[in-house]
T-cell receptor, first 112, second 112 residues
C-alpha cells in the first residue's frame, strides 16, 4: 500500500503560473524526497528535505515540511510546458531511511 | 558519465515463466534498489542490495529474488509469473551513505 498520498491527483495550469502539490504521510520519517516522472519513464530526483528541516529551495522549486502535520508541499514557480509530468513524494522512514515509500503521484499539465 | 542503465527495455512473457531483469548502477554507486510500478501508481519497493547482500525487502513474495555482483550491477528475478506482475520495473542506484536515488529508464514487463 502507498504510504504517502499526493493531492491533487491531477492539476492543470497555464504556463507562467505557480503549481503547488501536497503530500501527506502516516509515520515518522527520516527524509522526504520529491521525484518527477515523464510518460512512464524513469524517475528524476528533484529535492530532498530532512525531518529536521522546514523548507528547502532549488531553482524554481520550493519544498516545505511540517512533521507535526505529517505533510509536505512542492511549489513550482513560473511553470513551463516542460514541467508537464507526474510528481511523486517519497518518504524514508526512521529506521529504514533508504527504503523509499512513494505516493500515487500528482499529474501536472502545464498548458502553453 | 553513464547513468543507471537497465535491460531489456521491454519484455513479454507467459504466465508461469521466469524472467531476469538487469541493472547497471550509476558510476560510483554501490547500492541498488528495485521497484515495481503498476500503471497509474507510484513505485513500490521490492528490495535493496548492498555489498552483494539483500539489505532491505518490501512486501513482495519469495518469487521475487535478486542478486548483486562485485561490480555493483544487479539482477531481479521473478519466478512463476502472474498476470499481476505486469508492470514497469525500475532500478535505482545510490551511495550507501546518502538517501537520494537515481533511477534507470525501467523495463516494461507484460505477462500474457
Amino acid at each position: 500500500s502507498q504510504q504517502g498520498e499526493e493531492d491533487p491527483q491531477a492539476l492543470s495550469i497555464q504556463e507562467g503560473e505557480n503549481a503547488t502539490m501536497n503530500c501527506s504521510y502516516k509515520t515518522s520519517i527520516n527524509n522526504l524526497q520529491w521525484y518527477r516522472q515523464n510518460s512512464g519513464r524513469g524517475l528524476v530526483h528533484l529535492i530532498l528535505i530532512r525531518s529536521n528541516e522546514r523548507e528547502k529551495h532549488s531553482g524554481r522549486l520550493r519544498v516545505t515540511l511540517d512533521t507535526s502535520k505529517k505533510s509536505s508541499s512542492l511549489l513550482i514557480t513560473a511553470s513551463r510546458a516542460a514541467d508537464t509530468a507526474s510528481y511523486f513524494c517519497a518518504t524514508g522512514f526512521s529506521g529504514s531511511a533508504r527504503q523509499l515509500t512513494f505516493g500515487s503521484g500528482t499529474q501536472l499539465t502545464v498548458l502553453p | 558519465d553513464a547513468g543507471v542503465t537497465q535491460s531489456p527495455t521491454h519484455l513479454i512473457k507467459t504466465r508461469g515463466q521466469q524472467v531476469t531483469l538487469r541493472c547497471s548502477p550509476k558510476s560510483g554507486h554501490d547500492t541498488v534498489s528495485w521497484y515495481q510500478q503498476a500503471l497509474g501508481q507510484g513505485p513500490q519497493f521490492i528490495f535493496q542490495y548492498y555489498e552483494e547482500e539483500e539489505r532491505q525487502r518490501g512486501n513482495f513474495p519469495d518469487r521475487f529474488s535478486g542478486h548483486q555482483f562485485p561490480n555493483y550491477s544487479s539482477e531481479l528475478n521473478v519466478n512463476a509469473l502472474l498476470l499481476g506482475d505486469s508492470a514497469l520495473y525500475l532500478c535505482a542506484s545510490s551511495f550507501s551513505s546518502t538517501y537520494e536515488q537515481y533511477f534507470g529508464p525501467g523495463t516494461r514487463l507484460t505477462v500474457t
